[in-house]
């Protein structure tokens, strides 16, 4: 369907979802991109051939949503079995501002979430918030990451996480750092697993936090990654924190199209955690070189495309995947394409278990993935269109 306008788009979406409408036998009855009829007449049933094509078979039943009805919007419409996100929400952007200025001023150079912003996606359904922090503000570098943390900053983060938390939300608190602290690369597992069972024992009585270790490393190998994470895994589990997820992430801006090639594929098949509650958080964004700096996707498709060989590897070594940043403009193609992945991720028999999209924060302005409430870029079509189908 081509779209239009908002509300033509409105018109045809309340018309396809129309209770009455079926498809013949043979005839298409899901795939993303389609808007027609979602039910097949009677003595066939729509099956999944493919993420782009369902199709009513004779003498089958329909494969069932797990989660209930088949998403559908004017981006598409989602159809088969389909597992949900138990994680689902939004970056919340700022405390890592001002990377350049250290520690740099509360107010001037960073910022916190805003309250209001966390209530409105909890009331939208949402249940999960990315909280990046700066490591430098956190552990001064006059003492390094194994000293002592800034009391100030520390309590500026613990009130935030306790703002989430106390309204039932997930918070993945994670030091935006691409595994660089105080301009010199961090490559000593010893020292990183002393952070982070420092900072897990801050917050191990606190079930609804969850550990991101670090923000998308891109200057080690892979292998030099993982045993990293793995310190880190090892260091969380020792503060006594065993019951909370923790998020791991690979080299290479922890890219999930280039999850084989740049190694991550082979390093990470060995990761253990002796809790069992680990995920390797992704990030995917749908523009040609996949930075997110261009409001143009690729096409329509890319989401689900970029995300198939992930998922593949995922369901191959039975760990768990986290899509920890995706972020598009807010055009026909990129909303498809947000709507693809995330169906794609959702009938993936559960290898997927969270979403956070890049992102909200309230200094972001008219950046064109802002989704901060109430005018965020994002705010108008993808939230309605692409996320909220899949919650
Ligand atoms: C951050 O900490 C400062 C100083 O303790 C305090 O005045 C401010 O209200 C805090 N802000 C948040 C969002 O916690
Ligand atoms: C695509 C995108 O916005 N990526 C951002 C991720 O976060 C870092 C730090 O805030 C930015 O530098 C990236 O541009």
Same mark, same amino acid.
């Given at each position: 369907?081509?779209?239009?306008?908002?509300?033509?788009?409105?018109?045809?979406?309340?018309?396809?979802?129309?209770?009455?409408?079926?498809?013949?036998?043979?005839?298409?009855?899901?795939?993303?991109?389609?808007?027609?009829?979602?039910?097949?007449?009677?003595?066939?049933?729509?099956?999944?051939? %493919?993420? #782009?094509?369902?199709?009513?078979?004779?003498?089958?039943?329909?494969?069932?949503?797990?989660?209930?009805?088949?998403?559908?919007?004017?981006?598409?419409?989602?159809?088969?079995?389909? *597992?949900?996100?138990?994680?689902? +929400?939004?970056?919340?952007?700022?405390?890592?501002? +001002? =990377?350049?200025?250290?520690?740099?001023?509360?107010?001037?150079? #960073?910022?916190?979430?805003?309250?209001?912003?966390?209530?409105?996606?909890?009331q939208q359904g949402f249940n999960f918030f990315r909280l990046p922090f700066l490591l430098e503000?956190?552990?001064?570098?006059?003492?390094?990451?194994?000293?002592?943390?800034?009391?100030?900053?520390?309590? %500026?983060?613990?009130? *935030?996480?306790?703002?989430?938390? %106390?309204?039932?939300?997930?918070?993945?608190? !994670?030091?935006?750092?691409?595994?660089?602290?105080?301009? @010199?690369?961090?490559? =000593?597992?010893?020292?990183?697993? *002393?952070?982070?069972?420092?900072?897990?024992?801050?917050?191990?009585?606190?079930?609804?936090?969850?550990?991101?270790?670090?923000?998308?490393?891109?200057?080690?190998?892979?292998?030099?990654?993982?045993?990293?994470?793995?310190?880190?895994?090892?260091?969380?589990?020792?503060?006594?924190?065993?019951? &909370?997820?923790?998020?791991?992430?690979?080299?290479?801006?922890?890219?999930?199209?280039?999850?084989?090639?740049?190694?991550?594929?082979?390093?990470?098949?060995?990761?253990?955690?002796?809790?069992?509650?680990?995920?390797? !958080?992704?990030? &995917? #964004?749908?523009?040609?070189?996949?930075?997110?700096?261009?409001?143009?996707?690729?096409? %329509?498709?890319?989401?689900?495309?970029?995300?198939?060989?992930?998922?593949?590897?995922?369901?191959?070594?039975?760990?768990? +995947?986290?899509?920890?940043?995706?972020?598009?403009?807010?055009?026909?193609?990129?909303?498809?394409?947000?709507?693809?992945?995330?169906?794609?991720?959702?009938?993936?028999?559960?290898?997927?278990?969270?979403?956070?999209?890049?992102?909200?924060?309230?200094?972001? @302005?008219?950046?064109?993935?802002?989704?901060?409430?109430?005018?965020?870029?994002?705010?108008?079509?993808?939230?309605?269109?692409?996320?909220?189908?899949?919650?």
């Amino acid at each position: 369907m081509k779209l239009l306008s908002f509300a033509s788009l409105t018109v045809s979406v309340a018309l396809s979802t129309s209770v009455f409408a079926q498809s013949p036998v043979w005839g298409q009855c899901g795939g993303i991109g389609w808007t027609g009829p979602t039910t097949c007449a009677a003595g066939s049933g729509c099956v999944v051939s %493919n993420p #782009y094509f369902s199709q009513c078979l004779p003498g089958s039943t329909s494969s069932t949503s797990s989660g209930g009805a088949a998403p559908t919007s004017g981006a598409g419409t989602c159809s088969g079995t389909r *597992t949900k996100f138990k994680y689902f +929400g939004v970056n919340q952007s700022g405390a890592e501002f +001002g =990377n350049n200025v250290i520690p740099g001023t509360l107010g001037k150079d #960073y910022t916190w979430p805003d309250p209001n912003s966390i209530s409105f996606f909890i009331q939208q359904g949402f249940n999960f918030f990315r909280l990046p922090f700066l490591l430098e503000r956190l552990c001064p570098p006059a003492t390094g990451i194994t000293g002592a943390f800034n009391a100030q900053y520390l309590g %500026n983060l613990t009130a *935030t996480v306790n703002e989430i938390t %106390n309204q039932g939300g997930y918070v993945a608190i !994670e030091p935006h750092n691409f595994l660089i602290y105080n301009g @010199a690369t961090l490559t =000593n597992p010893s020292d990183f697993q *002393t952070f982070w069972k420092n900072l897990a024992t801050q917050f191990k009585s606190n079930s609804h936090v969850i550990f991101d270790l670090m923000n998308e490393p891109y200057q080690p190998t892979a292998q030099v990654v993982f045993q990293m994470m793995q310190a880190g895994v090892n260091g969380v589990r020792s503060s006594g924190a065993t019951g &909370q997820l923790i998020l791991v992430e690979g080299t290479s801006y922890t890219g999930a199209w280039t999850w084989t090639s740049s190694g991550n594929a082979a390093a990470f098949a060995a990761l253990k955690d002796p809790n069992n509650n680990v995920a390797v !958080e992704m990030h &995917q #964004y749908l523009d040609s070189d996949g930075s997110g700096t261009s409001a143009t996707c690729v096409s %329509n498709t890319i989401g689900a495309q970029r995300l198939a060989d992930a998922t593949a590897w995922l369901k191959s070594t039975g760990l768990k +995947g986290f899509l920890g940043e995706m972020g598009a403009g807010s055009n026909t193609a990129c909303i498809q394409a947000v709507f693809g992945a995330l169906c794609s991720m959702q009938q993936a028999g559960g290898v997927w278990i969270g979403m956070s999209w890049w992102a909200a924060g309230p200094w972001w @302005a008219d950046y064109f993935q802002s989704i901060e409430p109430p005018n965020g870029a994002a705010i108008a079509s993808i939230l309605p269109q692409a996320l909220k189908p899949f919650l």
